[in-house]
């Protein structure tokens, strides 16, 4: 282990002295920005788009673009550029680190500061609530800047439910209508009738969410280290079951961790798909049949449900060079200017209509309704109308999550499903595992940052 | 008979060594000194607080029962790689020490997946073995045999145990073979004039000759199973379904990198240099006192 994290330190190293140089003249080449990505193609495409048209803009600034892989490995490449002091100037971190990253410290350059120190001004009173809030401090303090956030919805063919004698205009609003409709689908002759992305993320979290009931302590750990799990509530150990029920019913198909299930709906493969709106990019141009949006079903027993979803995607990091080194005012200066572009809301709309992710800031959302977007493109507003279910007022089960050591507990939660559809354990055991384990998580970040 | 040649300069035999000892100190005590040394700390991911917690992480170590999980799957997952690999290889040695036609052709191609990186090796087994995209998957789901490595643990291991087993039996099929054509042929032909069958001359002759390769083989196949499956884990199973193809080194990997919890992981480590300590002078002892050539 230690050997490999040495060669990728040296490896490091030795890509860096080309990015030296120009920080010395910056007075007459353009300040060299370093920025980190973790989108695959077609989104990180687009992404590197924006990136290029702020470098046309201007010519002050330079941002360099570089695609690190996935969510997790380009927040451990970032962390460990970070610890052999090679850090990007501006790392993208999916929200699952936010925990993470607000421990960090010194590590990163909270955005307030940034600005406040800069003088660049961006107006945060315009971004949606849900948004704004998942990335700042209980006390309203941005510390990151928002970019594509997403949330969960419902991928449905429309020839499939054609096929089986479903309205295909209207998908069910509860889950015991959903599991109806599979059944149906099943009956129909579909192979897969159902099946789902990133099963943590959108059958615990969103989940929870929606239902309005806890997924953590302390409002989903907003107020302190010290919250612990509580996924193993009634509510949340039926939904388990339920899937388990129906994995072996054959109406629903466990897709695999994190993304893996993606691709089971733009290939046809499965009928309908639970999956980040982000997906729309992949699905406009892979599926080759007739296909809806609609939004998260609920459990229509539960009291209060459903309210607003949660958002998911990421949101961009400005960081120190390494735990001894800053960076130049210049230096800070070119990464404020790039926030500022990013939160113009023809930037802003130009990403949500072009990918799927949501409108960050109210401004562009009427930008893009007032253009007829979203009537030519019928389904492209259920993510923020999802977002603003309930009147749009977030209570503290639904105004995001923030646990360290996330990403791990993801995983664990991911573990425990996956020995419950295996029926080695059934749903109560498997939800009783993961708070346990889980909680230990919590515990190590606790001590880790304690008197941080 | 003997005469002792000493050199009277100190300093130009440790010239000599120093480019050794310099090597051996910048790649093995250095990295060895900093795991010992993480292991006795608590640090946040970024390095910025750390605290000495003595053995605090080891004992969390061992009594995690995640960290017992992953060594039964190495003790089955190791023993079943080196069985495996090791009957292979012995069989193929044989066969092909035969006088057959081609033998030339049929040992070149046997050594061949020795040059196959793991995790290409893991990639073309994905391929074959994939429950939607694979062309065996897909048959033993088509004739009605539920496979799913995904989702069922006990498929995964037989995976990841066939996949590793078959990119060592080359290594140890050449150590075979080699061992196999120095055993004398008078020894064999005597035992066939007493009257011994081939499949008694293989027990009685052949295999007891054969044992200072197969020992040696042994240890060289379980440090294979323990610490370079990595790359055929990570690209089929990632240690999962559940944690069931999670081995201790995977799970090195898994708390350092991807947890960030690098006190529990340098801990970890730490036991597995020991364990590699251990079985290194076994090794050693071994070849010069117990096993006969």
Known sequence: MRRRFLAAALGLAAALPAAQPRAQQAQQAPVGIQFWHGLAQPLGGLLEGIVADFNRSQPRYRVVPSFRGSYPETMVAAIAAFRASTAPHVVQMFEVGTGTMMAAGRAVKPVHELLRETGVEIDFGDYLAPVRSYYATSDGRQMAMPFNSSTAVVFYSKDAFRRAGLDPERFPETWPEVAEAARRLKAAGVGCPMSTAWPTWIQIEQFSAIHDVPLATQANGFNGLNAELRINNPVQVRHVRNLADWQREGLFRYGGRDAAGDALFPSGECAILFASSGLRARVVREARFDWGVAMLPYYPDVAGAPINSIIGGAAFWAMNRGPNQGRSAEEWRAVAEFFRYLARPEVAARWHTETGFLPVTRTAYEQVRASGYYERNPGADIPIRQLLRGGGQTTENSRGIRLGGFVEIRNIIQEEMEKAFQGQQDAQQAMDNAVARGNQVLRAFERQNRGG | ?293
């Open chain 2, 1 to 293: 008979m003997r005469r002792r040649v000493i050199f009277r300069g100190k300093v130009l035999p440790y010239l000599l060594l120093a480019p050794q000892i310099a090597v051996t100190l910048v790649f093995f005590f250095w990295p060895a000194a900093q795991a010992v040394r993480q292991s006795l700390l608590r640090e946040d991911p970024f390095g910025l607080r750390s605290e000495f917690v003595g053995l605090e992480n080891f004992r969390a170590v061992l009594a995690d029962p995640l960290y017992l999980n992953a060594v039964r799957n190495t003790a089955v997952f190791a023993a079943a790689v080196a069985g495996i690999a090791l009957g292979a290889a012995l069989f193929l040695a044989v066969q092909a020490d035969k006088r057959i036609r081609g033998a030339g052709v049929y040992k070149t191609l046997l050594i061949w997946p020795y040059a196959v990186a793991p995790a290409v090796a893991a990639v073309l087994w994905l391929f074959l073995f994939h429950p939607s995209i694979g062309l065996i998957g897909r048959a033993l789901n088509a004739a009605g045999m539920a496979w799913d490595y995904k989702l069922d643990g006990a498929q995964a291991m037989l995976l990841v145990i066939v996949a590793a087993a078959w990119k060592q039996v080359s290594y140890n099929f050449i150590f075979f073979l080699a061992g196999l054509q120095s055993i004398p042929a008078s020894v064999l032909e005597a035992a066939a004039m007493d009257g011994a069958r081939p499949a008694y001359r293989f027990w009685t002759v052949v295999f007891p000759l054969l044992s200072p390769t197969t020992f040696f083989l042994l240890v060289v196949n379980l440090t294979y199973a323990f610490f370079d499956t990595f790359g055929v884990i990570h690209a089929l199973t990632g240690g999962g379904p559940g944690k069931a193809t999670e081995t201790l080194i995977y799970k090195v990997y898994v708390d350092g990198v991807q947890n960030l919890n690098f006190g529990g992981s340098a801990a970890q480590s730490v036991i597995l240099m020991a364990i590699v300590i251990a079985l290194t002078a076994v090794q050693f002892r071994s070849i010069e006192r117990r096993v006969h050539y």
